[in-house]
């Protein structure tokens, strides 16, 4: 340890001391930080049956500064522990942030892959995009998720292609056959986006495999990339930057989505048009992982980089952002599908269940602010929630809104306004509600919406004919 670390861990303690604990929008079942900022999912795995999830952190800053990899363990990743900070950025390789990156878990070895991120000094001439930084990658490993060994510089700039910016970043990693494969987004000098991978026999000396890109371009920079099958269904992930025009308009500033892959991704691929992991507000940098019992799990970042849009005033209380609540992503009928983990179900209790004649077609509730309620039978179409008076979801001309009455930044809002996804028919909806956050489940999971909001009563009003409600509370 340097005298740099040693500084960084005592000031990030003293922050995290001085946290308000009871700060009002304060999540019960979602991962935040215990103060200041956090941004992407990090080193997602399940190591000795213990969850891990990491998170970009930056504690002295509820508006970002340089980032670390804050660290959280679960045994059922609805509960949460926080368990101090694990990477900070005290390398040369790495000052100006531990950027994201993956764990890969081997023979009781957490191996943890990240970007060590070096923005020069501040010179007239540095566009930080093809001069002016470094994106190095990086290995750390552990045996316990929380102490790690040296850190080890892998690959540089100019171990990438020559074609690249200076934009290359986040690795995640995965073994296949004996091999191991990494994959990293990138920005090309044409700017373009991008997906690179590289392999390796040894988890250390990595050499490029091949390449991975749409015919046409699409978006700036790929960050955050990941691949996986589910259920013989192959997906490239990649959170897009600079999609513009058209429809994009109407969406978040940036977009993370999918591919479905045909041929091999390390070999021949085809890439499907792209497709939207989420059509809310606040959805960014997913990351995925396999649990022991071969679930495939995706977290996301419940927020999004550089929006003027919309804000949180939780920044007032000195921390912002969290993470999605975590998702099964499941193939059912063809269609690839998202649900909250199935661990959730354990933790709740039963309020009312309406089913049939019973239902009158309006169902209200008060003063339950982390629920699960689910209205199934949806018939002709028939949907309308009105959440805390403020955030509205409705069908409504073939799609599905989520859309707030108040645009003001000191509303529930916070300044957002409207999202939809196309729809031809609604047959059920499912929504995670926490104390400032919004999960909404269509048609089993098929398209999901999310948001923070900020509600200053807790209340739900559905109105549905025909249909069945079930209204669960998740106990603390
Ligand atoms: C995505 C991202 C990553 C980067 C990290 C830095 O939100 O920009 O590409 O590694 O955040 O915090």
Same mark, same amino acid.
């Given at each position: 340890?340097?005298?740099?670390?040693?500084?960084?861990?005592?000031?990030?303690?003293?922050?995290?001391?001085?946290?308000?604990?009871?700060?009002?929008?304060?999540q019960?079942?979602?991962?935040? /930080?215990?103060?200041?900022?956090?941004?992407?999912?990090?080193?997602?795995?399940?190591?000795?049956?213990?969850?891990?999830?990491?998170?970009?952190?930056s504690?002295f800053?509820a508006?970002?500064?340089?980032?670390?990899?804050?660290? $959280?363990?679960?045994?059922?990743?609805?509960?949460?522990?926080?368990?101090?900070?694990?990477?900070?950025p005290?390398? /040369?390789?790495? $000052?100006?942030?531990?950027?994201?990156?993956?764990?890969?878990?081997e023979?009781g070895?957490?191996?943890?892959?990240?970007?060590?991120n070096?923005?020069?000094?501040?010179?007239?001439?540095?566009?930080?995009?093809?001069?002016?930084?470094?994106?190095?990658?990086?290995l750390?490993t552990?045996?316990d998720?929380?102490?790690?060994?040296?850190?080890q +510089?892998?690959?540089?700039?100019?171990?990438?292609?020559?074609?690249?910016? +200076?934009h290359?970043?986040?690795?995640?990693?995965?073994?296949?056959?004996?091999?191991?494969y990494?994959?990293?987004?990138?920005?090309?000098?044409?700017?373009?986006g991008?997906a690179?991978?590289?392999?390796?026999?040894?988890?250390?000396?990595w050499?490029?495999?091949?390449?991975?890109?749409?015919e046409?371009?699409?978006?700036?920079?790929?960050?955050?990339?990941?691949?996986?099958?589910?259920?013989?269904?192959?997906?490239?992930?990649?959170s897009?930057?600079g999609?513009?025009?058209?429809?994009?308009?109407e969406r978040?500033?940036?977009?993370?989505?999918?591919?479905?892959?045909?041929?091999?991704?390390?070999?021949?691929?085809?890439?499907?048009e792209?497709?939207?992991?989420?059509?809310?507000?606040?959805?960014y940098?997913?990351?995925?992982?396999?649990?022991? @019992?071969?679930r495939?799990?995706?977290?996301?970042?419940?927020?999004?980089?550089?929006?003027?849009?919309?804000?949180?005033?939780t920044?007032?209380?000195?921390?912002?952002?969290?993470?999605?609540?975590?998702?099964?992503?499941? %193939?059912?009928?063809g269609?690839?599908?998202q649900?909250?983990?199935?661990? +959730?179900?354990?933790?709740?209790?039963?309020?009312?269940?309406?089913?049939?004649?019973?239902?009158?077609?309006?169902?209200?509730?008060?003063?339950?602010?982390?629920?699960?309620l689910?209205?199934?039978?949806?018939?002709?179409?028939?949907?309308r929630? %009105?959440?805390?008076d403020?955030?509205?979801?409705?069908?409504t001309?073939?799609?599905?809104?989520?859309?707030?009455?108040?645009?003001?930044?000191?509303?529930?809002?916070?300044?957002?306004?409207l999202?939809?996804t196309?729809?031809?028919?609604?047959e059920? %909806?499912?929504i995670?509600? @926490?104390?400032?956050?919004?999960?909404?489940?269509?048609?089993?999971g098929?398209?999901?919406l999310?948001?923070?909001?900020?509600?200053?009563?807790? $209340?739900?009003?559905?109105e549905?004919?025909?249909?069945?409600?079930?209204?669960?509370?998740?106990?603390?």
């Open positions: 340890m340097n005298a740099l670390t040693r500084d960084l861990i005592r000031l990030t303690e003293k922050a995290e001391k001085s946290a308000d604990a009871d700060s009002r929008f304060r019960k079942i979602h991962l935040m /930080p215990p103060t200041g900022w956090l941004n992407d999912p990090n080193g997602l795995c399940q190591h000795g049956g213990v969850f891990h999830a990491y998170f970009q952190y504690p800053n508006e970002g500064g340089v980032k670390m990899w804050g660290h $959280c363990t679960s045994r059922d990743m609805v509960r949460w522990e926080y368990q101090g900070t694990a990477l900070y005290d390398q /040369p390789f790495d $000052c100006h942030g531990v950027y994201s990156g993956s764990a890969f878990a023979d070895v957490m191996y943890v892959y990240y970007t060590g070096v923005k020069l000094e501040d010179r007239e001439d540095y566009d930080y995009i093809n001069t002016g930084r470094e994106a190095n990658t990086v750390v552990s045996r998720g929380q102490n790690f060994g040296p850190k +510089l892998l690959m540089k700039n100019t171990d990438y292609p020559p074609d690249l910016s +200076l290359v970043r986040d690795p995640k990693v995965w073994k296949d056959h004996g091999t191991y990494m994959i990293q987004g990138a920005r090309t000098k044409a700017d373009t991008q690179l991978i590289f392999r390796s026999e040894d988890r250390i000396n050499t490029l495999h091949n390449r991975v890109e749409t046409a371009p699409f978006g700036y920079m790929w960050e955050c990339p990941d691949y996986f099958e589910v259920s013989g269904v192959k997906l490239l992930l990649a897009v930057q999609l513009t025009g058209g429809v994009w308009d978040n500033v940036y977009q993370s989505g999918y591919f479905l892959v045909g041929g091999d991704i390390l070999d021949e691929y085809r890439l499907s792209y497709r939207l992991w989420d059509y809310g507000f606040d959805y940098a997913p990351q995925s992982f396999e649990t022991e @019992d071969g495939r799990i995706q977290i996301g970042w419940m927020g999004m980089p550089d929006c003027e849009e919309y804000t949180n005033p920044i007032k209380d000195g921390w912002q952002h969290c993470f999605t609540f975590p998702r099964e992503i499941f %193939v059912e009928d269609k690839v599908r649900r909250p983990v199935r661990e +959730l179900e354990e933790r709740e209790r039963q309020i009312e269940d309406v089913q049939d004649d019973a239902f009158s077609g309006l169902f209200i509730k008060e003063g339950y602010p982390v629920y699960d689910t209205v199934d039978r949806i018939s002709e179409n028939r949907f929630a %009105v959440l805390a403020e955030l509205v979801l409705e069908y001309g073939r799609r599905f809104e989520m859309r707030f009455l108040n645009r003001n930044k000191s509303s529930v809002s916070a300044g957002r306004g999202r939809y196309e729809l031809e028919r609604l059920n %909806v499912r995670l509600a @926490d104390v400032s956050s919004v999960e909404v489940f269509l048609n089993n098929e398209y999901v999310t948001t923070r909001y900020y509600p200053d009563k807790a $209340c739900v009003r559905v549905a004919e025909g249909a069945g409600v079930k209204f669960n509370i998740i106990e603390g």
